[in-house]
Protein backbone atom coordinates (compact mmCIF):
# COMPACT_ATOMS: atom_id res chain seq x y z
CA UNK A 1 0.00 0.00 0.00
CA UNK A 2 1.78 3.03 -0.85
CA UNK A 3 -0.47 5.78 0.16
CA UNK A 4 -2.27 7.00 2.83
CA UNK A 5 -4.30 10.41 3.45
CA UNK A 6 -5.26 11.69 7.14
CA UNK A 7 -7.90 14.41 8.30
CA UNK A 8 -6.14 13.75 12.03
CA UNK A 9 -8.83 15.58 15.07
CA UNK A 10 -7.09 17.39 17.17
CA UNK A 11 -8.17 15.43 20.18
CA UNK A 12 -8.40 11.21 20.13
CA UNK A 13 -12.41 10.85 21.23
CA UNK A 14 -13.09 13.48 17.95
CA UNK A 15 -13.06 11.53 14.22
CA UNK A 16 -10.49 11.28 12.40
CA UNK A 17 -10.82 10.55 8.70
CA UNK A 18 -8.70 8.00 6.91
CA UNK A 19 -8.53 6.72 3.35
CA UNK A 20 -6.00 4.40 1.30
CA UNK A 21 -6.50 2.40 -1.72
CA UNK A 22 -6.24 -1.81 -0.73
CA UNK A 23 -8.11 -3.50 -3.30
CA UNK A 24 -10.49 -0.94 -2.99
CA UNK A 25 -10.85 2.48 -2.06
CA UNK A 26 -11.14 2.52 1.94
CA UNK A 27 -12.14 5.55 3.83
CA UNK A 28 -13.01 5.02 7.59
CA UNK A 29 -13.06 7.04 10.77
CA UNK A 30 -10.94 6.48 13.51
CA UNK A 31 -10.40 8.37 16.77
CA UNK A 32 -7.43 7.04 19.21
CA UNK A 33 -3.74 7.62 18.14
CA UNK A 34 -3.70 3.36 18.79
CA UNK A 35 -6.49 2.34 15.97
CA UNK A 36 -4.24 4.69 13.44
CA UNK A 37 -0.82 3.62 14.73
CA UNK A 38 -2.52 -0.23 14.27
CA UNK A 39 -4.01 0.70 10.74
CA UNK A 40 -0.28 1.63 10.02
CA UNK A 41 1.27 -1.30 11.04
CA UNK A 42 -1.04 -3.38 8.86
CA UNK A 43 -0.90 -1.52 5.83
CA UNK A 44 2.21 0.15 5.87
CA UNK A 45 2.01 3.24 3.64
CA UNK A 46 5.14 4.51 1.74
CA UNK A 47 3.25 8.04 1.94
CA UNK A 48 1.32 9.46 4.52
CA UNK A 49 -0.80 12.92 3.55
CA UNK A 50 -1.94 14.79 6.77
CA UNK A 51 -4.67 17.71 7.22
CA UNK A 52 -2.32 19.23 9.95
CA UNK A 53 0.11 21.43 10.35
CA UNK A 54 3.37 19.27 10.98
CA UNK A 55 6.02 22.57 12.53
CA UNK A 56 4.84 25.83 15.01
CA UNK A 57 8.35 27.52 14.15
CA UNK A 58 6.50 30.84 13.97
CA UNK A 59 2.75 32.44 15.15
CA UNK A 60 0.43 33.14 14.40
CA UNK A 61 1.09 31.85 10.98
CA UNK A 62 3.81 29.78 9.60
CA UNK A 63 6.11 30.63 6.35
CA UNK A 64 3.82 28.31 4.61
CA UNK A 65 0.70 29.73 5.49
CA UNK A 66 1.27 32.96 4.88
CA UNK A 67 2.11 31.86 0.93
CA UNK A 68 -1.37 30.50 1.27
CA UNK A 69 -2.49 33.40 2.85
CA UNK A 70 -1.04 35.32 -0.48
CA UNK A 71 -2.40 32.92 -2.54
CA UNK A 72 -5.98 33.55 -1.36
CA UNK A 73 -6.10 30.79 0.93
CA UNK A 74 -7.49 30.89 4.61
CA UNK A 75 -5.60 28.45 7.00
CA UNK A 76 -6.32 28.96 10.51
CA UNK A 77 -3.27 30.40 12.86
CA UNK A 78 -1.47 28.48 15.63
CA UNK A 79 -2.44 31.02 18.21
CA UNK A 80 -6.00 29.26 18.02
CA UNK A 81 -6.05 26.32 20.58
CA UNK A 82 -7.48 23.69 19.10
CA UNK A 83 -4.90 24.30 16.00
CA UNK A 84 -2.02 23.95 18.69
CA UNK A 85 -3.47 21.12 20.12
CA UNK A 86 -3.94 19.63 16.53
CA UNK A 87 0.10 20.41 15.37
CA UNK A 88 1.24 18.43 18.90
CA UNK A 89 -0.68 15.46 17.71
CA UNK A 90 0.08 15.10 14.21
CA UNK A 91 3.68 16.15 15.31
CA UNK A 92 4.00 13.23 17.52
CA UNK A 93 2.69 10.97 15.25
CA UNK A 94 4.85 11.99 12.23
CA UNK A 95 7.75 11.31 14.58
CA UNK A 96 6.38 7.63 14.76
CA UNK A 97 5.74 7.60 11.03
CA UNK A 98 8.65 8.42 10.15
CA UNK A 99 11.10 6.49 12.70
CA UNK A 100 9.12 2.90 13.08
CA UNK A 101 7.55 3.03 9.79
CA UNK A 102 9.91 4.58 7.38
CA UNK A 103 7.25 6.54 6.06
CA UNK A 104 7.38 10.07 4.07
CA UNK A 105 4.78 12.36 6.25
CA UNK A 106 3.45 15.10 4.00
CA UNK A 107 1.08 18.13 4.93
CA UNK A 108 -1.87 19.65 2.93
CA UNK A 109 -4.43 22.20 3.41
CA UNK A 110 -7.93 20.00 1.75
CA UNK A 111 -8.77 23.57 0.99
CA UNK A 112 -6.65 24.75 -1.47
CA UNK A 113 -6.29 21.02 -2.96
CA UNK A 114 -10.19 21.62 -3.39
CA UNK A 115 -10.04 24.57 -5.08
CA UNK A 116 -6.79 23.70 -7.09
CA UNK A 117 -8.63 20.18 -8.40
CA UNK A 118 -11.85 22.57 -8.73
CA UNK A 119 -14.24 20.10 -6.44
CA UNK A 120 -16.58 20.52 -4.58
CA UNK A 121 -17.79 19.07 -1.63
CA UNK A 122 -21.55 19.48 -2.15
CA UNK A 123 -21.93 17.83 -5.56
CA UNK A 124 -19.44 14.68 -4.02
CA UNK A 125 -21.59 15.04 -0.31
CA UNK A 126 -23.35 11.53 -1.13
CA UNK A 127 -20.08 9.58 -1.55
CA UNK A 128 -19.20 10.24 1.68
CA UNK A 129 -20.36 9.88 5.36
CA UNK A 130 -19.07 12.81 7.13
CA UNK A 131 -16.53 16.11 6.09
CA UNK A 132 -13.64 13.92 7.97
CA UNK A 133 -13.53 11.02 5.28
CA UNK A 134 -13.98 14.04 2.47
CA UNK A 135 -10.83 15.72 3.42
CA UNK A 136 -9.22 12.40 4.22
CA UNK A 137 -9.57 12.10 0.55
CA UNK A 138 -8.45 15.15 -0.62
CA UNK A 139 -5.41 14.08 1.75
CA UNK A 140 -5.20 10.57 -0.10
CA UNK A 141 -5.59 12.43 -4.07
CA UNK A 142 -2.78 14.86 -3.06
CA UNK A 143 -0.15 11.35 -2.30
CA UNK A 144 -1.09 10.64 -5.50
CA UNK A 145 0.38 13.93 -7.36
CA UNK A 146 3.19 13.55 -5.09
CA UNK A 147 3.69 9.99 -5.99
CA UNK A 148 3.78 10.90 -9.94
CA UNK A 149 5.52 14.51 -9.21
CA UNK A 150 2.68 16.69 -9.86
CA UNK A 151 2.93 18.57 -6.70
CA UNK A 152 4.15 22.05 -5.51
CA UNK A 153 5.98 22.20 -2.23
CA UNK A 154 4.65 25.67 -1.10
CA UNK A 155 7.22 25.84 2.09
CA UNK A 156 6.33 22.44 3.57
CA UNK A 157 3.28 22.11 2.27
CA UNK A 158 2.18 19.74 -0.31
CA UNK A 159 -0.44 20.92 -3.08
CA UNK A 160 -1.62 19.03 -6.41
CA UNK A 161 -0.15 21.01 -9.75
CA UNK A 162 -1.84 20.41 -12.49
CA UNK A 163 0.15 22.68 -15.49
CA UNK A 164 3.71 23.25 -15.33
CA UNK A 165 4.67 26.77 -16.58
CA UNK A 166 4.72 26.91 -20.48
Known amino acids: MDILGIDLAAKEYNPTGICYYYKKLECKIL ?29 PYRDSEKELLKRGFRPMPLTIKSIRELAERAIRLKKIFEEKYNSDV ?14 NYNILKPF ?10 LC ?24 DKL
Open 106 to 119: LETFPRAVEKILNI
Open 140 to 163: YLTGIFYKIGKYENIKGIILPKLY
Open 31 to 59: KRDIEILDLIEILRPKIIVIDAPLSMEKF
Open 128 to 137: FRSKHLYDAW
